[in-house]
């Protein structure tokens, strides 16, 4: 062989060690498929739902949870991991493709699984693949901002409701009757009842998983000395009860 065409033999022979290599880290990006594993998990949420509600637990298995419950589709294997009576994790692959879908209902982030390829988690209930074109952060990010939105919307409506039995508005969340914030949400109140205005209220959110971002609600028109105006990207609140928000990232 002349000495010429050694490199590229060469090449030729790394080109086809390296190609499946390159398979098997890359995760295999098949809608069908992707979308069967995760209707499959998100059908596995449903009837363990329905044993918790009979038994009072969930399942730790397929085999607690029976056939005639729960049965994944053809070529796809779910299995239940990380169970108790009160929390669960759920992973589904596909025999001859690369990486898994994994849900999680009730676990922490130590524990929940994740993806084999991507190492991600979705939130609570929502199935995540590799492959899926869906990141971790941005997932996430976005159900921060929207559990921020609701709970502006809750205030907005126990506040209103208050007003029409008291006549006025409650300076704190804690003052709400029926409020609950959830566990990782901050609210502020900032209320403004000048004479012979109509009394109003400034409520922002935040979320301590993503600091510096906010959404912020008013009510009424009136100005607020600290501003109604969310923290990233000052997004102006223009009272009626509108919510502004940051996008979380």
């Known amino acids: 062989m002349?000495?010429?065409?050694?490199?590229?033999?060469?090449?030729?022979?790394?080109?086809?060690?390296?190609?499946?290599?390159?398979?098997?880290?890359?995760?295999?990006t098949s809608r069908a498929l992707i979308a069967r594993m995760k209707s499959d998990l998100r059908n596995l949420v449903t009837a363990q739902e329905a044993h918790y509600a009979e038994k009072g637990a969930y399942a730790r298995t397929l085999t607690d949870l029976g056939p005639n419950r729960y049965?994944?589709?053809?070529?796809?294997?779910?299995?239940?991991?990380?169970?108790?009576?009160?929390?669960?994790?759920?992973?589904?692959?596909?025999?001859?493709?690369?990486?898994?879908?994994?849900?999680h209902v009730g676990l922490d982030g130590s524990v929940a699984p994740r993806t084999d390829i991507e190492k991600k988690r979705l939130p609570e209930g929502?199935?995540?693949?590799?492959?899926?074109?869906?990141?971790?952060?941005?997932?996430?990010?976005?159900?921060?901002?929207?559990?921020?939105?609701l709970t502006l919307l809750l205030i907005n409506k126990l506040q209103e409701r208050r007003f029409g039995r008291l006549g006025n508005y409650a300076p704190d969340a804690s003052s709400l009757e029926g409020m609950r914030v959830p566990e990782?949400?901050?609210v502020t109140i900032e209320l403004a009842a000048a004479p012979n205005r109509e009394p109003a209220f400034l409520a922002v959110a935040t979320d301590s998983r993503y600091p510096g971002y906010s959404c912020v609600l008013a009510s009424g028109w009136a100005r607020f000395p600290s501003g109604a105006?969310?923290?990233?990207?000052?997004?102006?609140?223009?009272?009626?009860?509108?919510?502004?928000?940051?996008?979380?990232?």
């Open 2 to 28: 002349p000495p010429f065409r050694r490199p590229l033999a060469w090449l030729t022979v790394l080109l086809l060690v390296a190609a499946p290599l390159r398979a098997q880290s890359a995760p295999d």
């Open 71 to 103: 049965r994944a589709s053809r070529g796809v294997k779910v299995e239940i991991v990380n169970a108790g009576s009160n929390a669960y994790g759920a992973v589904a692959r596909t025999e001859g493709r690369d990486g898994s879908c994994v849900i």
């Open 126 to 149: 929502e199935p995540g693949c590799d492959g899926d074109g869906i990141t971790e952060r941005a997932r996430l990010a976005s159900e921060a901002e929207s559990r921020v939105t």
């Open 184 to 186: 990782t949400v901050s």
């Open 229 to 249: 105006t969310t923290l990233a990207e000052k997004k102006h609140a223009g009272g009626n009860s509108q919510i502004v928000c940051d996008t979380f990232k």
